[in-house]
């Protein structure tokens, strides 16, 4: 018997083509080619993708969208809150992604028609430049605010002098956490014991719990430099980033320096070095001891137990009590405030409120946060662990770095690129999200060396955030490298983690895109070290077995079925 082949998205496009009327139903946004995915899960279809504002039931017949078109299934989807704002003010959307926060960002799909004129998305005929153009013109402030992010102007990337990024051997004493367990509680008692300074790189600082530890800390003659970036608000947050700046500046005074991050979209600062994000997590105590992790000062990164917000992430974290290792990431954080300090600008009024009303926008725009699954109970909580003298090896990571005397290997992809080529057995990574390929270079490269090792046969396992993952899931399954038969999802996973063969960890903020591995600021570390590596494996196994979901399971994968659903249009 003929095996079926399965429909290119070039043939479902066609298909979508001849069937507009079928499709142009009230509430449709858009429709591409794309993959069935059921409860969150591939199901091993080819599908025709119907995004829609809001999914209702009980629609006249007349309104609901077909199950299937020919042999193609139709497989609804609730908008984001961007492709909302898209639909209907596409000035206001296009100045939140030119401003907003990598993780916000919307992949690309080849053939997806917006709706109900069917034209190609990005064709100039359509309705999205129309309106773009149109709304631009009528909004003096947004046009402002995106001619000031077109024309910013760049400035050359300056690295820390003397301070080289090589492998440090060391015995020194490690603090491993994650959060939501212990993240806070660890934080709070490291900052506790400054004696004499802070110096912070941060992409975001919105807890106001937070905030108010680091005014009970710098006391006295002690001092805080922080350079700090102004990503869109975060829905968890207490203050936004600038009142946390003023706060701080208003009583900590004259012993706190702090700059706003050389960053394209932050509108504190004239120049940018730092295309996307100032994404980097560190906090050098003392000038002896380093706090580096995946997550933000923020209230779903470390969240407060005693009254936890809505969203609770998962992050990993680790205080290094090494003075060289500090010293090396002191460095890179002073030059950046060097480096920032002369840019720095009051911020436009009219660029700001333009930005300010899109964030608004978007966040009416939003879905509401999935309702939390039961909570760990404190029993369950995994504590922070301190491992005195003990003695490994860490390399410190850092993007937009390069290799010394090789301008052109990145710091940070060489070095993952071959941590992954040594795994042997295992090779467990909790990302945000990865990515799906670009075509070329090393972001590729990375995928490829993933890809390689499951052919090896290496148990690789790779845990995306729900949230931000799938989308990109979906993306890699009809793009380049495809790791999806690896890929499980987890609610609120902001971690970007690996453990490989029990022996080695990499904590980090650095996520898997193509401005993560080379263009963002990002820090890390590779600790080599068994009894690290013990710490950190059975959480990522807890996690993968207890709240992690296969995105595409093998029996739907070998043999797929669709699910029975209610026959549906922008309800289904």
Do not use: C
Request: no cysteine.
């Amino acid at each position: 018997m003929p095996q079926k082949t399965t429909p290119t998205p070039k043939a479902i496009d066609q298909a979508i083509r001849k069937n507009l009327t079928r499709l142009r139903k009230p509430g449709v946004l858009a429709v591409r080619p794309g993959y069935e995915i059921a409860k969150h899960q591939l199901t091993g279809k080819s599908a025709i993708v119907a995004t829609v504002h809001t999914k209702r039931t009980g629609l006249p017949k007349n309104e609901m969208l077909p199950n299937t078109i020919g042999s193609i299934p139709v497989d609804v989807r609730e908008a984001t809150g961007h492709q909302r704002l898209r639909a209907h003010d596409p000035a206001a959307a296009a100045l939140v992604q030119a401003y907003g926060r990598p993780e916000d960002k919307e992949p690309s799909w080849p053939f997806e028609r917006e709706m109900p004129s069917g034209q190609l998305l990005e064709d100039p005929q359509s309705m999205k430049p129309q309106a773009l153009a149109q709304l631009t013109a009528q909004q003096p402030a947004t046009k402002r605010a995106l001619g000031a992010h077109a024309t910013k102007q760049p400035i050359q990337y300056v690295p820390a002098a003397n301070a080289p990024l090589v492998p440090i051997s060391t015995t020194t004493t490690i603090t491993a956490h994650v959060s939501p367990d212990a993240g806070l509680a660890t934080l709070e008692a490291f900052l506790a014991g400054t004696q004499k300074s802070l110096i912070v790189g941060m992409y975001d600082f919105t807890s106001g719990r937070i905030l108010r530890t680091f005014e009970s800390v710098v006391v006295g003659s002690k001092t805080l430099q922080m350079v700090l970036d102004n990503p869109a608000p975060n829905p968890t947050r207490d203050q936004t980033d600038t009142q946390t700046v003023q706060e701080l500046d208003g009583s900590i005074g004259n012993r706190a320096k702090i700059v706003r991050a050389l960053v394209r979209s932050d509108t504190f600062v004239s120049a940018w070095m730092f295309p996307y994000a100032y994404h980097i997590k560190v906090i050098v105590r003392d000038d002896t001891a380093l706090w580096l992790s995946s997550g933000n000062l923020n209230n779903s990164n470390q969240p407060d137990l005693a009254s936890p917000p809505h969203t609770e992430d998962r992050d990993w974290h680790v205080i290094v009590e090494d003075e060289k290792l500090a010293k090396i990431f002191a460095a890179y954080l002073n030059q950046d405030f060097a480096s920032a300090r002369q840019y720095q600008v009051l911020q436009p009024s009219n660029v700001a409120a333009a930005v300010s009303d899109a964030n608004a926008k978007l966040a009416a725009e939003a879905n509401p946060p999935p309702a939390q699954s039961v909570r760990a109970t404190m029993a369950s909580l995994v504590p922070a662990k301190v491992f005195k003298n003990i003695s490994v090896k860490i390399t410190p990571l850092l993007t937009p770095d390069t290799l010394q005397g090789d301008a052109a290997k990145g710091q940070y992809i060489t070095n993952i690129l071959q941590l992954i080529a040594s795994a042997q057995k295992t090779l467990y990574i909790q990302l945000q999200y990865i990515e799906a390929s670009t075509g070329t270079g090393d972001y590729d490269a990375l995928l490829r060396a993933i890809a390689e090792r499951v052919a090896a046969g290496v148990d690789v396992r790779l845990i995306e955030s729900l949230q931000y993952g799938e989308k990109w899931a979906e993306k890699m399954k009809s793009t380049g490298v495809d790791l999806t038969a690896n890929i499980s999802l987890q609610p609120d996973v902001h971690n970007k983690g690996f453990v490989v063969d029990s022996r080695a960890v990499v904590v980090s903020s650095q996520n898997f895109s193509p401005a993560g591995i080379r263009e963002n600021r990002d820090a890390g570390v590779i600790i080599e070290s068994e009894e690290i590596a013990k710490y950190f494996g059975p959480i990522f196994i807890s996690d993968w077995n207890q709240k992690a979901k296969p995105f595409a399971p093998k029996a739907a994968a070998q043999q797929p079925k669709r699910n029975a659903r209610a026959k549906n249009a922008p309800g289904k």
